[in-house]
């Protein structure tokens, strides 16, 4: 299958529009597990997304304490290097070895930052990282451009292709700027979560860098199958049983806008979660988007968004089922111009 690619900002490289989220696939037993997840789904289904089309998986260190990245690097020791998709990382977040349930801190130090690249390295069995990106600001007072120029460094070493940063608000990416382009910006941002609409994806696109967006269907809420009644079966480690987007009175406000989705995915014959996703997509700015997935039938449920274009109507109703539900924050329509 062939899926629309768009270049990530000015680097040149080509991606798909979607790509493949690997956050689940560390499975549980830590601060934001999934609950359990078996190695062998989880190779099945990165290796059914890259079937259709997919060209880039997103994972991070701290998803399931390295275990993500195990799991996605026993998938590239199966294929020919022609065939590999591009492997965006993160790194930023220090887990407790002793405490595995324990919040990850937040830790941007150079020597840190050096010494994750390399064991990343070694978890995927890659030579260079084609993304490495900071998972959240510094809380050790580190300062964000000497952060920023050991990104460099590891370019220059070799050891990474492209730098760029997640959860960063625009002071922080103009610091960066300063010191070396930022190739990436990865924001939370969803039909619930709109806030990166209004500040940080416009300035990516100013600046020329790429965005790829995670959460686009919202951990699963904005997708066909899921009720109410589905966050009594998660599994006891979910950390979705302690986010505020599944407890009421926001649970019911996000199932609200779902639902309004539904008569546009009929008329587009096509997936609830694939119009979510395609409303994302449809961002002027936006790149692409990480969606996850723990099988392959996970996986033909959004892949469709990817060629789905949303009419000026389709978004009209969509913004005027945001306003009336009342889900989530930001802007509700991207600024596109129809001719």
């Not at 899926?3 to 989220?21: A, D, K, W």
């Not at 990245?69 to 977040?93: D, I, N, Y």
């Amino acid at each position: 299958m062939s899926l629309p690619q768009r270049s990530l900002g000015l680097s040149g490289v080509q991606i798909t529009v979607t790509g493949f989220g690997a956050w689940a696939l560390g499975g549980g037993g830590w601060a934001y597990g999934w609950g359990p997840q078996d190695d062998n789904d989880s190779i099945a289904t990165i290796r059914h997304a890259g079937e259709l089309g997919i060209n880039w998986i997103d994972t991070a260190a701290v998803y399931g304490l390295g275990h993500s990245e195990e799991v996605v690097g026993r998938l590239l020791q199966t294929l020919p290097a022609s065939h590999r998709p591009s492997v965006f990382t993160k790194c930023g977040l220090i887990w407790d070895e002793h405490n595995p349930k324990a919040e990850p801190r937040r830790v941007l130090k150079p020597e840190s930052i050096r010494k994750e690249c390399d064991a990343s390295l070694r978890r995927l069995g890659v030579e260079r990282i084609d993304l490495y990106q900071f998972h959240w600001p510094d809380e050790t007072d580190t300062p964000v451009e000497d952060s920023w120029a050991e990104m460099e460094r590891l370019i220059q070493q070799g050891k990474i292709r492209m730098a760029g940063v997640s959860n960063f608000d625009v002071s922080l990416l103009e610091k960066c700027e300063t010191i070396k382009h930022v190739d990436c910006l990865q924001p939370r941002f969803s039909l619930i979560h709109r806030d990166a609409g209004a500040r940080e994806i416009p300035w990516c696109a100013e600046h020329g860098t790429g965005v790829i967006c995670y959460s686009p269907i919202q951990s699963g809420l904005l997708t066909d199958g899921f009720t109410a009644e589905s966050v009594a079966k998660f599994a006891e480690d979910d950390w979705r049983r302690a986010s505020p987007d599944f407890q009421e009175p926001n649970l019911s406000r996000n199932l609200a806008l779902r639902g309004a989705l539904r008569p546009i995915a009929q008329r587009h014959s096509t997936t609830v979660s694939a119009v979510a996703l395609a409303w994302v997509i449809a961002w002027p700015g936006v790149t692409g988007a990480i969606v996850g997935a723990r099988s392959p039938q996970q996986v033909n449920g959004w892949i469709a968004a990817a060629s789905l274009e949303l009419t000026a109507v389709d978004l009209d109703e969509i913004a005027t089922a945001i306003v009336r539900t009342g889900a989530g924050s930001g802007p509700t329509a991207p600024q596109l111009q129809y001719v």
